[in-house]
């Protein structure tokens, strides 16, 4: 475990894994990154937590591009499968969908078109303005009536569409590049671009013959797309809210969990023995303190600058302050401290830092009484 941690979500994580995990989570500061850096380990950290409880077997799938998940993205995924139930939408819920966008739900506006494709004979700007003119002067050819543009497709075209006369079938937004798309989408139908196109294809000469508008489908045809729609948000509300109470539990118990520098989980919290004995353990109080009591993480905080030693270092003199003199009076408080405690080690030190620190300052108003 790294000396520097945090907490987030009730889990302990090495500042050193949060470094490695904000360069995933780009935000608008640094502060904002990492806190969806630890709130990301974090959440990993409890589900991972959850699969150990539940005594879950990792079973691996793989997805549509062959990719195998890792035996933690399978164990993450068997919890939320077995843990998250969103129900399913009804027939009402679909229909009230269908009915308050029709336009989600027609078909797509169909083009027939047709074109004539000049290329460059090189790289060149001559080259590239030669063929330029040769296309618009096919295009001005086939626009006065002087041939038709299938033969001037099967004459002079460099695609293989000239064979069929410049045919590109019947097309659907997204079929063509986009330079291409707006200007013969535009046109009316049966008309010829005045000026040809430029793709990276080389230059274009348009014609749009045929515009099928899009219709409204039927509820039938489109009930199956609809519901999977709402099923799948639905199971993401549900997950989310599932996620989140796991993290609220986590909160509420202080430190449920710890991360190793590997991003290996680790359950329960250090041992007294722990922050007492081993310094790099000791280096973790203070993050610990801030998730389980902000105002007494302060006053150590607070207190350690003025005796000239760090938070960790007046902790343990402390502990050892409190072993060297303390009666059965006071050993009797420390487990009355530690007997209704999530956690115990914590308890007990956080009730020997307390007895150890100057109380806070009182303010008093006082009031004159007028006669």
Not at 21 to 46: D, F, K, M, T, W
Not at 279 to 292: C, D, H, K
Not at 295 to 324: H, I, K, N, S
């Amino acid at each position: 475990m790294s000396l520097r941690t945090v907490v987030f979500d009730g889990v302990e994580i090495p500042e050193s894994l949060l470094a490695q995990e904000v360069q995933n989570h780009p935000g608008a500061s640094a502060a904002e990154a990492r806190a969806a850096a630890g709130h990301a380990l974090a959440i990993r950290a409890l589900l991972l937590n959850r699969a150990h409880v539940l005594r879950l077997e990792p079973e691996p799938e793989r997805d549509a591009q062959g990719r195998e998940e890792t035996a933690d993205e399978a164990l993450v995924r068997a919890v939320l499968d077995l843990e998250v139930d969103a129900a399913a939408p009804t027939e009402a819920e679909c229909l009230r969908v269908y009915g308050a966008d029709p336009a989600r739900f027609c078909s797509p506006t169909l083009h027939e078109a047709a074109h004539i494709l000049i290329e460059p004979a090189d790289a060149s700007p001559e080259a590239d303005a030669a063929a330029r003119t040769r296309a618009l002067r096919i295009a001005d050819a086939v626009r006065s009536g002087a041939c038709t543009f299938a033969e001037m497709a099967r004459d002079h075209s460099d695609c293989p569409s000239g064979a069929t006369g410049g045919s590109l079938g019947q097309l659907q937004p997204g079929d063509l590049v986009p330079e291409v798309e707006s200007v013969l989408y535009a046109l009316k139908p049966g008309a010829v671009a005045g000026e040809p196109v430029r793709s990276r294809f080389g230059w274009h000469v348009l014609k749009l013959d045929r515009r099928i508008e899009g219709r409204k489908l039927p509820f039938e045809v489109v009930e199956d797309r609809i519901r999977l729609n709402l099923e799948a948000r639905a199971w993401s509300a549900a997950a989310t809210r599932y996620v989140a109470t796991l993290a609220a539990e986590a909160r509420a118990h202080g430190v449920a969990l710890s991360l190793t520098d590997e991003g290996e989980v680790r359950e329960g919290s250090a041992t007294l023995g722990d922050f007492l004995g081993d310094a790099a353990a000791s280096e973790r109080l203070l993050p610990w303190l801030q998730a389980v009591d902000g105002d007494l993480a302060q006053r150590v905080q607070a207190a350690a600058e003025a005796a000239g030693e760090r938070p960790a270092e007046f902790a343990r003199t402390a502990m050892a302050d409190f072993v060297a003199d303390a009666n059965d009076e006071r050993w009797t408080n420390l487990v009355s401290a530690a007997r209704d405690a999530a956690d115990p080690a914590l308890a007990c030190l956080a009730a020997v830092l307390r007895s150890k620190l100057v109380p806070a300052k009182q303010t008093f108003t006082v009031i004159r009484r007028v006669a």
